[in-house]
């Protein structure tokens, strides 16, 4: 794809190969991409293919042709998470070496038992879990006030321990935990930007606490909101969102900046593709874009 060079913005977007883009996706992607392009910088292309039990053969290289489809070039080659475990490990024994992580053994039913709220109540923080017993790897929280400001929603603040407790880095079968992955995944491709959906806002307080810990720069962040179906729920592969049709991709772009309030002139719906990402990359505003949790589709 198109060379990199350095640049002192390099966005991201980074897809999981469970199945192909849906509409919220490549919303998500083309919001992204004219971000880091309105701003010469660099666009990077990261498959989040951790968690193998949901990946899904073939799904990668349809994302990428249908990226490309779209005219959405990233910079560099494609960065893979599978390719990085030991990356991975090396965090976390970085982080044992320093006393901030334990092993869990607490089941599902243990854990909703003790808690109705969905926040770790500690249980295994003190109890000794031998290595032979399934756990997984919780990063110890305290009250510290962990604070960002989004460049959409504007100031955040989360007690950690309060709000979320211990949280988990790696699962007891050994995959590493998105919310640890991402953080070591973002520093390896020196990430200064990060677009993405509003649904991961209540977990950056998360990553920017591991940023700290690890001695890691903190990206700037904004969250756009989600596109829902009418019934108010996410487009997701799990709600079987349809895949994004691509017979005629500058007509999905055009409807695409609209939905991110781009308000682009109606003759641009005739455009060719290129031409209607020229106009968007240079007229990209993000400060448009509604400061809701997510619009609704007609």
Not at 211 to 227: D, E, G, K, S, V
């Amino acid at each position: 794809m198109l060379d990199a060079s350095h640049s002192l913005y390099i966005g991201r977007f980074a897809p999981s190969p469970t199945g192909p883009l849906h509409l919220g996706s490549l919303y998500t992607a083309l919001a992204s991409f004219l971000d880091a392009r309105s701003q010469q910088g660099q666009w990077r292309l990261r498959i989040d293919d951790l968690d193998t039990p949901r990946n899904i053969a073939g799904a990668s290289d349809n994302i990428l042709k249908t990226l490309e489809r779209f005219g959405l070039e990233w910079d560099g080659p494609v960065d893979y998470q599978s390719q990085h475990l030991a990356e991975y490990q090396a965090a976390l024994r970085c982080l044992s070496d320093q006393g901030y992580i334990y092993p869990c053994a607490c089941s599902r039913k243990t854990l909703a038992a003790a808690s109705h709220s969905g926040v770790y109540p500690g249980i295994c923080r003190d109890r000794f879990v031998p290595d032979s017993c399934p756990h997984a790897l919780r990063v110890k929280t305290d009250h510290q006030a962990i604070a960002f400001i989004d460049l959409l929603q504007g100031p955040q603040r989360q007690d950690l321990a309060t709000q979320h407790g211990d949280f988990v880095l790696q699962r007891k079968e050994g995959i590493i935990a998105y919310t640890f992955a991402v953080v070591v995944d973002d520093a390896r491709q020196c990430i200064s930007h990060v677009v993405r959906g509003a649904d991961l806002l209540d977990e950056t307080p998360k990553h920017v606490y591991l940023q700290q810990l690890l001695n890691l720069p903190t990206p700037r962040y904004l969250h756009i909101p989600l596109l829902v179906d009418q019934q108010g729920q996410k487009l997701s592969k799990q709600t079987r969102a349809a895949p994004v049709e691509a017979t005629n991709p500058a007509l999905v772009v055009f409807q695409l900046l609209q939905w991110l309030k781009q308000h682009p002139p109606a003759p641009l719906q005739q455009a060719p593709l290129s031409e209607l990402l020229a106009w968007a990359v240079s007229h990209w505003q993000a400060d448009r874009l509604p400061k809701t949790a997510a619009i609704a589709l007609p």
